[in-house]
């Protein structure tokens, strides 16, 4: 299994000028043992914190609900991927997804507004 090895080999062919010559050569690569970093998140926790992180600033300006389409534009990011983040923070019960006036927007939740809050502070 290539990880529990610490190097591979590659075979390199060269083609030199008028193709009349070829080589093959073998040559041995050392490979770095993976190291995951344990303070670096997922993209997607990032992209949710930051959900709710634009979700709780927008609720303290007396906004509490905010177009999903709103959010994309704000956080570059694609209305099928906010959705998926959507999905995974109702479920968890940090957002509340509703329709008004025949669009999608986005609340927090009590528990939402909790986690915000702890998020600040921190």
């Known amino acids: 299994m290539l990880l529990e090895c610490d190097h591979y080999e590659v ?5 030199f000028a008028y193709g009349q010559l070829d080589v093959l050569e073998r040559a041995t690569v050392p490979l770095e ?6 303070f670096q998140l997922d993209h997607s926790a990032v992209l949710m ?12 300006a007396g ?5 999903l389409a709103v959010i994309c534009k704000r956080l570059d990011i694609r209305m099928s991927t906010l959705q ?6 109702s479920e968890q019960l940090l957002v509340d997804v509703s329709t008004q006036k ?6 927090l939740t009590a528990s939402g507004e909790d ?3 702890a998020l600040q502070a921190a």
């Open 11 to 15: 075979q390199v062919r060269a083609d």
């Open 84 to 89: 998926r983040l959507m999905t995974a923070l």
């Open 102 to 107: 025949e669009r999608l927007v986005a609340a």
């Open 115 to 117: 986690i915000s809050l």
């Open 33 to 38: 043992p993976a190291q995951p970093d344990p």
């Open 49 to 60: 914190l930051s959900i709710l992180e634009l979700l709780h600033t927008e609720h303290e």
């Open 63 to 67: 906004r509490a609900h905010v177009s």
